[in-house]
């Protein structure tokens, strides 16, 4: 059963199920609508909103085995990377609760953190797995754009989201995912192709691997003890017979500006459906940050501004598709640090509006080339938890996932 | 760049207060986003969706398994009568 | 028209009409999901879904069947097809609009650059033909003192193909001559049954006049009416209406207007503002559609003969006047109706008066019914005895050689001789007796 207290302290669960039904136990980000489990996207717009339906990623999970206890908090309509965004107050995070749970994410990387549950749901835009797994310690999988069905998760970035995995260890994140991927007739984007049985990529051997260690991803502001745990997990693997090049990537700070005009461009039409006439209240319920979005969004999608920013944006994912696409004719995968730094303190995104973006930088370049991700524990500075984050070509989830394991099964103890 | 028209096009109801705040903050954002102005993409096109796939259809067929109830359709609604949504009148007939 | 005025250069303003037009396929299932497309007195909100009503995390998935008839239509009016073509987002709130957007086409259309040719209308240019989705239905009502507006979701999502054309039209009858022919071609495609009344085919006219053929800056958008006679009032009140501000030198307003029929004026429904800002972006939920070349020759074989390639056809083989091959080709269940009577009789003209002003193709369901009551009706005025008993002499006269060898016992020649005898009757004969007169005439 879940301890109410501590679900209360770090106010992980919006929603507990009452009775929850049988089978292994899993927390679901509160964006992926439950049939007849009151789903908020965090927001009071949705306080009261019961789903008629149920997301393809909970169905199925309900007939492989799996028992939803409870839907997590996160930042609102998943704006953010910190919680801190959300009606219902931030999720704190377990290893220090004056630090963040990180976002948007926050609830479920915290629930299995705190070991409420050993495997959670949650969903990326950009950063919105990877970012919470670090920075509360847990394993993170953000698969490719299209593995996972998007059918029946509250729609953010219809052409960056990802549903994934929080877990506490890779293999058990391997199972979840194994289960949630595959085509779903009712998401024209959900992709055709076979899904391969995770596991039995996970053998432990990287011997000869090609890694590229993503060196312009060692920011510059980077605290010194960041780069040399990041570095000393990168070895471990090289003793294990991984050869690691050093590479250069396009620059992420022009990600940065990508990922906002696209995200808030979607944003500003995917939120247009909430007017307080079927389901939920007004907009005038929404909240600073969805405001703020909602305008930048229908800013850059306004006549005239299109070709300035959005379509712009648009050419520039195609340069860091371009410059994935040569990195990996020489690389199996790449690696470097999932986040600039550890969890900042509860309260850090006031007055930040950039907040989200800025933190999620080392994210964004795989995230809108829709590229699979891994961020694994590999580490602790100043006593809380980091993440090593490894990312592949497109469906190659089973190498990545291999990487990650090799190293859990491998590092010297933190 | 107009908040006040902005926020009409959106449909939202700004305070004062919220509209100075905003304006400075898209000030700050686009700070931000323009520094991509100095990539050249005069060649390279649009990359609107990552996937490679077209032509996803269905076929013309119904399909029961997710119809909706009268009730399940209205469970959520703020106000129905008789099976209709019931919103507040709309003045011309028309858009 | 000439303006007389005594002071002013006369000038003469000329109508310039351009059409957007919408037809509600008939496809089984809606748009971008599986719930039934035929929504006609249904109760409210029974036919919804995640999809088409909008709910939070729902997304659509195109009707392959719609995406062809959309393709079957604009090749109907030979416009070219986009090898790879996108469907857009179209935004604005309204409360029949459940996502905010309506899911449409703008950069890249099914098909676009078509054209229309039909007797004294050449060349109206077909700009595109494009899917969309419809919208709920509104009712406006009161409940308890206070006005409201009821909403039905059955409808929302239901195909809507649009047909827009170049302001090409200059006057009114070519405006209501196309737009009936495009409900027939419409019906003999059997996509939609277009029918105005039940809202399965409803027209928009954008009107403007032009003192000099240049096209005007504005436009006034004459909207929700639902047949092509209040139609034309309404664009002949409206032409009136427009000179008269024109001529006094004032500006005609860029709105919505509708037609009110008791008042038999047109009356305005919504200032058109600046335009609306549709922010239209290509919808991530649905990956581009590619229609190849082998596609496009499988559709144009599966069009049926056209009401105006037919009416040609029928003028060359039937010699029929005009107006009755317009209403034979009208339906073409009818005009299929009428090929199968004469491929049994070759008595055109007859049949088609049959079928027009007794309506025996009601009366006979098939062709062959019709045409046995056609070969009684005729025959009646039977020929005379006299004129019988010539035909039978002449017709002995002229064949000896059957005439011989029916006397050496090869009977069954006398069945050749009544068809003789018949023919110089032209069918007038009764046949029992031509038979005695020829058994007569042969026994000397």
Known sequence: MIDRNLNKKLNIFLTLVDKPKAGIPIAIKDNFLTKGIRTTAASKLLNSFIPQYSATVVNKLEANGYSVVGKTNLDAWCHGSSTETSDFGPTLNPWNTDYLSGGSSGGSAAAVSAGIVDVAIGSETAGSIRGPAAWCGVVGVKPTYGRVSRYGVIAMGSSLDCPGVLAKDVVSATKVLKIISGNDPYDATSSNRETEDYELFLTGNVKGLKIGLIENYLLPEMEKEVVDK????????????????RVKTLDPKYAIGVYTVVQRAEVSSN???????????????????AKRRIM???????????????????????????????????????????????????????GQSMFGEMADVLAEPSAISGLPAVSIPCGFVRRLPIGLQIMGPQFSEGKILNVAYTYEQNHPKF | ?????????????????????????????????????NLDTSKISETYSVIKTKNIMRDDEIDISRILSQDEALRNAKSSHNGFFVVDAILDNDR | MLLIHMNKTIQNFNPVVGLEVHIELATKSKMFCGCPADHFGKKPNTQTCPVCLGLPGALPVPNKKAIEWCVILGLAFDCEINKESNFDRKHYFYPDLPKGYQISQYDDPFAHSGKFQMNNIHNVRVRRVHMEEDTAKLQHTEIDGKRVSLVDFNRSGVPLVELVTEPDFDNVDDVVTFLQELQRIVRYLGISEADMEKGSMRLEANLSLTPDGTLPGYKVELKNINSFRFLKKAMLYEIDRQREILTAGKKVIQETRGWDEEKSATFSQRVKEDAQDYRYFP????????????????????????????????????????????????DKARADYFEGCVKLNNNYKAIADLIINKKFDEKYPEPAGLVKKLVELTNVEFSTQDETQSAVNLVIMDNQKPVEDYKNGKVNVIGYLIGMVQKRLEGKGNTKLIQDFLLKGLQK
């Open chain 1, 230 to 245: 990041t570095l000393g997990a990168i070895e471990v693997l090289e003793k294990l017979g991984a050869i690691i090049t």
């Open chain 1, 271 to 289: 939120l247009a459906r909430y007017d307080g006439i079927r389901y939920g209240n007004d907009r005038n319920y929404f909240g600073q940050e």
């Open chain 1, 296 to 350: 930048l969004g229908t800013h850059i999608l306004s006549s005239g501004y299109q070709d300035q920013y959005y379509k712009k944006a648009e050419k520039i994912r195609t340069l860091f598709n371009k410059d994935f696409d040569k990195l990996f004719e020489g690389f199996d995968v790449l690696v470097g640090p999932t986040m600039p730094g550890p969890a900042p303190k509860v309260g850090v995104t006031k």
């Open chain 2, 1 to 37: 760049m107009d908040i006040k028209a902005l926020a009409k096009l959106a449909k939202l109801n700004l305070d004062k207060r919220e509209e100075g705040y905003f304006e400075k903050q898209f000030d700050e954002t686009f700070k931000i986003i323009d520094q991509f102005e």
């Open chain 3, 283 to 330: 919808d991530p939920d649905i990956p581009p559609i590619e229609i190849t070349q082998l596609q496009i020759t499988n559709y144009k074989l599966q069009i049926p003969e056209l009401p105006q390639a037919k009416r040609e056809r029928f003028e060359i083989d039937y010699k029929l006047p005009g107006d009755f091959i317009d209403i034979l080709v009208s």
